[in-house]
């Protein structure tokens, strides 16, 4: 039902920044959350962050909350991440989901709990 289209990334120096974003195909949407991860090659997708979207408050992963920062814009039903100070470890395919459903126990941190994902983005820190 949800269609996620991403956009962003690319090859990114050390120490610089990017903005990624998530535009979602409903002319209306109204979901619980938006959420981003992250999967570098060879291992499991990792949670970057989440993003209420009715309220705009915001849940980071560990040791990204420094550096990113997820917004969004409701009235074009897009979510952006913005990445800097950017580090070799931070090279992934970086996916946006949507959370339909309120989770009584806040946002959500496993890939699992979202119901629709984007096509992914790779962004590549060069050292």
């Known amino acids: 039902q949800v269609q996620l289209k991403q956009s962003g990334g690319g090859l990114v120096q050390t120490g610089g920044s990017t903005r990624l974003s998530c535009a979602a195909s409903g002319r209306t949407f109204s979901p619980y959350a938006m959420g981003w991860f992250r999967q570098a090659l060879g291992k499991e997708r990792q949670f970057v962050g989440a993003?209420?979207?009715?309220?705009?408050?915001?849940y980071y992963g560990k040791g990204v909350n420094d550096r990113f920062t997820i917004s969004r814009d409701s009235a074009k039903n897009t979510v952006y991440l913005q990445m800097n100070s950017l580090k070799p470890e931070d090279t992934a395919v970086y996916y946006c989901?949507?959370?339909?459903?309120?989770?009584?126990?806040?946002?959500?941190?496993?890939?699992?709990?979202?119901?629709?994902w984007g096509q992914g983005t790779q962004v590549t820190v060069s050292s």
């Open positions: 989901a949507v959370d339909l459903i309120e989770n009584p126990y806040g946002l959500a941190v496993t890939p699992g709990m979202y119901d629709y």
């Open positions: 993003i209420n979207w009715s309220y705009g408050t915001t």
